[in-house]
């Protein structure tokens, strides 16, 4: 039953890795407590905040951001030294924890220190809070200021939101995630938690339902999403009323609405409902008993990868993917150009895929780049040459050919402390 998949579902999506996180932060909080209070104190000072903060993290979370109250007398002597004092402020924190982890790879620059251990990214936020609980945080950009940050009522309002709602709260922010990593794009997690409780205001029927009735919420939420203005300049955080920035032109939006086409004429009793979820959430939702019965009728070997069963998905940017198109005796072109206006490609074509953004992406400290080619359709099918083997190449091109009919597509993935945090695609419909 479909609702039995739902609940698997949302069980999968579980942040498993919690108590790992607290014990580093813990750690964390003892060297900065016994530097700046001459004290051993593990928890005081010291705040989880970000998504694993507010509990609306998934699954395979790669960042952790924490944020430590230091005494005000730092503010004052920050205050009065020449230069970039945030700048300052923030290696004098990198310098005191680095006597602690001297074989971990640290970063303090812009507003955090950026911890990079093996398994996730702590982002560290050194703050002074002031008598209305918000926080004041250094931004070394531009000459260093301060900002005000204010993360308390919007954990209060997460926790609250998910006792009031039986969960259902926590379940839309996990869906929206697990939805947001399979489409491969960045999506703010403050908007998301947002969004998911304007979602519930505008819903209030779903604000107690049972995983009977998530076959029509998914429905509803993407039509949500879909609807709100892409061309918002900012939305207010849930609690806080902080203005969350519409710094990409609402990518979401979009992508919503392409999955509420997917979606609309769907209902749980239609017969492939579960392989359709699993294309929009991923290889978390479970399979239908019927595909693992339907499988000894397929007539060529299905030699496709998927990137979640090899790294665990967490999507922190986006990465742009296009392709330069070349034949001996005409003049090269760009594939999305050529999609754009409904061109398909020829016989012998010879495609140079590469990562437009490279530069941003060399910035995020990247381990490894991975290529995939799929080939769809039943010529593929045919010639036994569906491909879709996940390849590393550590390299921000990769070459193809064209040869035959089909709406093939590549994709690629960056990798970051054993996280895939960036995964890009591009469609190559070819016709002969």
Known sequence: MIEESFKEFCENLELDNYSDMEKTVKDIAKKLNKHYYE???TEEHMYIVGSVGRGTAIKNTSDLDILFDLPREVYNRINDNDGNGQSQ?????????????TNTDFKGDGQVVVINFSK?????????????????YPDSNDGGKWRTTNPIPEITKCKKLKEETKDNFTNICHMIRTWKNKEGFKFKGLLIDTLSNKFLEDNPKYKNCNYSDYSNLIVDLFEFLKNQDKNQSFWF??????KIYN????KFVRKAEKTYDKLKDLDENTSNLNSVLRDIFGRNFPKSESIEENKKYISYSNTEQYIEEIYPLDILCNLSLNCIVTQDGFRPASLREMIENHIFLKKDKKLNFFIENESQIRQLGVNKILWKVKNEGEVAKQRNMIRGQIVETNLYTHNEHTDFNGNHYVEAYIIKNGVCIGKGKIDVPIKI
């Open 39 to 41: 004290t051993d104190d």
């Open 89 to 101: 402020l923030l290696q004098e924190v990198k310098n005191v924890l680095k006597e602690k982890y």
């Open 120 to 136: 996730y990214t702590i982002e560290l936020v050194p703050g002074f809070k002031n008598n209305d609980n918000s926080f004041d």
């Open 237 to 242: 955080a849930l609690g806080s009323n902080q």
């Open 247 to 250: 710094d990409d032109g609402g």
